[in-house]
């Protein structure tokens, strides 16, 4: 079954309230009172929303083979709900949930128990209720389907933004409170208003670990932390894990060309965009990795190889599927080797990620992370936010020269489309002829 955008917005909006609909039984049976669970102050709990949108996205080529549906919607959710509990604890310097308490968990953001249900919960929208629930919505009026959709659209953004506000509002008050001494007083007025007290009210008694003692301790604690001389890119930072990004996109495209030299005796381009050596798919990986397994690098090998393997597999599958959703374009292809999954991914190199990762983990972050932290603040900032304008820029027109490609090369494509004035400097600037030689492998799809 394909998916329309249509069909997407529909989808995230009926998992999201399902979604509250379970938190909130569950919260009631708990603690004998009703507390809405979800972060926006409408009945809608996103993160499972996300999680419908990535499964329809993702999972549709994995419906005739269940047990790769049920192991791809365990990893997809799994990865979802520990970068929200990563990210909301960086927000709120608390974990909104934990499962510390329960076996089998990496460090209280996921566990093994909810993960196996999220792959329960793969078979079940894939296989029985998406195709249910498109067929009964496709029966509504296409404009009244549209109005629908955009007023939900346009009252979650405004919820989201008032939600936003007010806890920036409180991040902004614990932190000014923390800075100052016990016996003064601070008062924001940003905070004054009766919509954001509600708002931080129910937030509070949503998520006790929110509260706003506690986020002034732990603003305190950080404050103590920090030593006075300052380092750049420290531990797992923003700088740092961009750093990693360059680091990685430009070895990886070494090392595939490389590879490529030796293995097929041809000196191939590599590259995933038009201007330098650098391959995304392998910087986003160390990055991403990185991010990852930051909090696990010292664990045993076993671990992080296992770890690896199945983060490596699950992101050059996502990797492929985005490309050809995107680009109409397929930049690999594994049909020929032993134990592939639909000539995206396959076995062996699933290994070769997991073998990666512990030797970055082990051997290569480290060294890496040092030299990287050596870099003058000041310098460094200033180098690696003209590195990402720069990235940004080579990455669109990348896209746009590959979105011409596949148009020139499209039967049904307008022959009018050529007039326009980008369209004319890309066919100028980026011909087949250029496109084939930076994309040697890649392939149109319909």
């Not at 999201?16 to 609909?21: K, L, P, V």
């Not at 180098?383 to 820029?393: A, D, E, G, P, T």
Request: glycine content about 6%; hydrophobic content about 50%; proline content about 3%.
């Amino acid at each position: 079954m394909i998916y329309t955008l249509k069909d997407l917005v529909w989808l995230f909006f009926i998992y999201s309230f399902i979604g509250w609909c379970i938190e909130v039984c569950y919260s009631a049976l708990r603690q004998r009172k009703f507390v809405n669970r979800g972060f926006v102050n409408s009945p809608l709990c996103p993160i499972y929303g996300f999680g419908a949108v990535l499964y329809a996205v993702f999972l549709p080529e994995l419906t005739e083979k269940p047990f790769f549906l049920f192991l791809g919607g365990l990893i997809l959710a799994t990865m979802l709900e520990y970068s929200t509990g990563i990210f909301m604890e960086k927000i709120f310097q608390k974990k909104l949930w934990d499962y510390s308490g329960i076996r089998f968990n990496l460090s209280g953001y996921v566990c093994a128990r909810y993960s196996l249900l999220w792959g329960v919960l793969a078979l079940v929208t894939m296989l029985f209720s998406n195709p249910f629930i498109c067929r009964i919505l496709g029966m509504i009026p296409y404009p009244i389907t549209l109005i629908i959709q955009w007023t939900a659209v346009a009252l979650l953004l405004l919820d989201f933004l008032t939600t936003a506000m007010v806890v920036l509002g409180m991040k902004i008050t614990a932190k000014r409170l923390a800075q100052l001494s016990e016996g003064m007083q601070f008062t924001s007025s940003f905070l004054e208003n009766k919509l954001t007290l509600a708002i931080r009210k129910r937030m509070q008694k949503s998520f006790p670990s929110i509260d706003k003692d506690a986020i002034i301790d732990s603003f305190r604690q950080r404050l103590a932390s920090k030593t006075e001389k300052k380092v750049f890119a420290q531990g797992c930072s923003f700088y740092k894990l961009i750093a990693l990004f360059f680091i990685g996109a430009f070895l990886g495209d070494i090392v595939e060309t490389l590879f490529c030299l030796l293995t097929t005796g041809r000196l191939m381009s590599r590259s995933s965009v038009v201007y330098g050596p650098f391959s995304i798919v392998w910087g986003l990986g160390c990055a991403l990795l990185t991010f990852f397994l930051y909090r696990y690098r010292n664990k045993k090998d076993r671990h992080i190889f296992i770890a690896g393997t199945l983060l490596g597999g699950a992101y050059e599958y996502i990797c492929s599927v985005f490309t050809e959703l995107v680009f109409g374009t397929v930049f690999w292809d594994y049909s020929g080797f032993t134990f592939n999954l639909g000539g995206r991914i396959n076995l062996l190199f699933c290994f070769f990620w997991g073998i990666a990762a512990v030797v970055w983990l082990k051997l290569i972050y480290p060294r890496l992370s040092w030299l990287i932290e050596k870099i003058p603040v000041k310098q460094g900032k200033l180098l690696f936010n003209c590195l990402i304008v720069f990235m940004l820029f080579n990455m669109l027109i990348s896209s746009m020269a590959l979105a011409r490609y596949t148009e020139r090369n499209t039967p049904s494509a307008s022959e009018g489309s050529a007039q326009s004035p980008v369209n004319a400097f890309l066919d100028s600037r980026f011909p087949d002829e250029r496109i084939e030689r930076i994309y040697p492998n890649a392939k149109l799809v319909d």
